[in-house]
């Protein structure tokens, strides 16, 4: 058996003795509604941060995508980097408020301003549209839009799960050709192989909150039918452009069935020279980012990510300047 937190198996066993349908049983709406009555429960609220203001982003096909903006400190201030974030739900559920205390919390933690970005979910809006309007949102962040209340001088882009999938895409998609630059990527328990079906597939199928079943169900409602799941906006582990990347840094949980997709995607990362930290909390599950209440361990797990980070963020703008002086004198 493998190692299961104390914390971790208290709230396994109250979820495994509840009745009632399995995500994979519901259709979408109705696994919405179960995601966000959850996360009422297992997640701890907000807390005080200086700003916090709802945003809309202009989409490429000329829709509005919600935004939400999390400023820890004055609303206005000097130049700064901006971290952007997608959230997870398997493309399928999730939204703005299922993960407002998490961003508020990174926020707090990197003194950074974040942007939540709530793209459209399938099946209404099926592949590739959570890519669209995540790479629409970072382009337009990049821009430094008067809303944000000072200059955007880099981005990271960061996010769980489908949310991890959607910051892979849009590192890959945007490192070089933004008129800033993407200081870091932060992918958290991401899924980035459409085709992975065994190791953690199947070693943690049923039993630890996020299913096999369940991936299936998410991936058929965002795929379709089409045979794209290969394409590097769905699957970015089997894509070309890994050269030159932003730094990264790739979190896993021990219990995750997505968790060997993270650790082989941060293995190419670092054989394509990407710089590379690697975090794996043992007897943690997917989705703890956002149960912090119900399994308290998870804050600390968020809280060694957000210190891993803040180091990458600086040494990237340390050679981000020093690269601008570099120019400047030739």
């Known amino acids: 058996m493998p190692f299961v937190r104390p914390d971790v198996k208290a709230f396994l066993d109250f979820l495994n003795s509840q009745p009632g349908p399995q995500m994979h049983e519901l259709d979408a709406p109705t696994a919405r509604m179960m995601f966000q009555a959850m996360g009422q429960i297992a997640e701890l609220p907000r807390g005080e941060l200086a700003h916090v203001e709802d945003i809309s982003i202009p989409g490429d ?134 085709s992975a079906n065994v190791g953690s597939m199947q070693e943690f199928a049923d039993g630890y909150l996020l299913t096999n079943n369940s991936m299936m169900w998410f991936m058929g409602h965002y ?29 896993t949980c021990g219990l995750d069935p997505l968790r060997d997709q993270g650790r082989a995607y941060a293995a190419k990362l670092v054989e394509h020279g990407v710089p590379t930290v690697y975090r794996e909390a043992k007897g943690q599950i997917h989705g703890s980012l956002t149960l912090r209440q119900a399994i308290p361990s998870g804050q600390g797990d968020l809280a060694g990510c957000l210190a891993t980070l803040r180091e990458i963020v600086n040494e990237a703008q340390g050679e981000a300047t020093m690269a601008q002086a570099a120019q400047a004198a030739e």
């Open 61 to 194: 096909h000329g829709h509005a995508i919600p935004a939400r903006l999390y400023c820890p400190a004055t609303r206005s201030g000097p130049p700064a980097p901006v971290l952007v974030f997608y959230h997870g739900g398997g493309w399928v559920i999730g939204d703005l408020d299922t993960h407002d205390s998490a961003c508020a919390e990174i926020a707090r933690g990197l003194g950074m301003t974040v942007i939540a970005v709530d793209y459209r979910l399938a099946p209404e809006h099926r592949f590739p549209a959570a890519a669209e309007d995540c790479l629409a949102a970072t382009r337009w962040v990049a821009s430094s839009p008067s809303v944000i209340g000072h200059a955007v001088t880099g981005l990271v882009v960061a996010g769980d799960s489908a949310g991890g999938n959607l910051a892979a895409v849009c590192a890959q998609q945007l490192h070089d050709s933004l008129p800033v630059p993407i200081l870091a990527q932060w992918l958290i328990y991401p899924g980035v192989d459409m």
């Open 223 to 251: 795929l379709g039918e089409g045979d794209q799941g290969l394409h590097p906006h769905a699957s970015p582990y089997h894509t070309d452009r890994f050269t030159g990347l932003p730094p990264a840094l790739v979190y």
